[in-house]
């Protein structure tokens, strides 16, 4: 136990002093920023792209900025996250440290609990300062704030995070070099994406479904309703909880059968 808690401070050690500590929270913090900016410019910037067409925009709401924030942060955001967590594992592998330190006190499974632990912290830090931004930003824009729907939704774009870096450490633990391992979690979040469209069960109860409840929550928003659009998502929620512990567990059974 002693072995983990060093470990894992270590890592958020490791964290405080190198590029992610500026790079993901910077980024989400600037997609917390533009996105009720960019919602509230966007009738704008349309019409003065459509001179001398006749375009019915309806006025930007509240919502408006935060389905740009959720989206945001389910593409570009991702593939951040993704990006910066590929040397999980394999970096430590290439390096040889990992197996340098997966010595008695630390176990094989503490390493890869503390990788986790430390990533997922950062990554929500960095979503609750996103969200935090955009909320400011839309109620000086908007005077709307629409927190209990813009929470729940929070709420699930946080598991999708939770589940993507479980796939990332997943893919960085299967492989040994950061490239591969890349190419493998990207794959793994297309897949993702994609499979709600193939079948209305996979729509339903898919990880990839989040979004579309992410949607349906805002839109309820407005009449106030987010818990009915919110218990429509448990499943799905449930589901990507639970494959996020199983790509953790699954690491955990790769790495303790690996040569290092």
């Known amino acids: 136990m002693k072995g ?17 500590i500026y790079v993901i929270p910077g980024l989400f913090l600037l997609i917390g920023l533009m996105s009720p900016i960019l919602a509230k410019l966007a009738p704008d ?30 593409q570009l955001g991702v593939l951040a996250v993704i990006f910066t967590s590929t040397g999980l594992v394999a970096e430590e592998k ?33 979503i609750l300062l996103a969200y935090l931004a955009s909320l400011y930003y839309t109620v000086i824009l908007f005077r709307e704030a ?14 999708y995070y939770l589940l993507i870096s479980a ?24 897949v993702l994406s994609v499979l709600p469209s193939l079948h209305p069960w996979l729509a339903r109860y898919t990880p990839g479904a989040l979004v579309r409840y992410e949607n349906a929550l805002l839109a309820s928003g407005a009449n106030l309703a987010p818990t009915r659009a919110f218990a429509d998502a448990v499943p799905a929620l449930g589901i990507t909880l639970a494959l996020a512990g199983l790509m953790v567990a699954l690491s955990v059974v790769v790495f303790r059968r690996q040569e290092l």
Do not use: H, W
């Open 146 to 159: 629409l927190f209990a729907a813009s929470a729940l939704a929070l709420l699930l774009a946080s598991a």
């Open 45 to 74: 910037l349309v019409k003065s792209m459509a001179q001398g067409l006749t375009i019915q925009i309806p006025p930007p709401v509240a919502a408006d900025a935060y389905l740009q924030l959720f989206k945001n942060l389910n």
């Open 4 to 20: 983990q808690t060093a470990f894992l401070e270590k890592e958020f050690l490791e964290i405080a002093k190198t590029y992610k």
């Open 94 to 126: 290439a390096r040889g440290t990992a197996a340098l330190m997966t010595v008695k006190p630390l176990t094989r499974t503490a390493f890869i609990v503390s990788k986790y632990v430390a990533t997922a912290v950062l990554v929500l830090g960095s």
């Open 167 to 190: 796939v990332t450490l997943l893919a960085s633990t299967l492989c040994r070099s950061s490239a591969a391992a890349g190419g493998l979690a990207v794959g793994a979040f297309i």
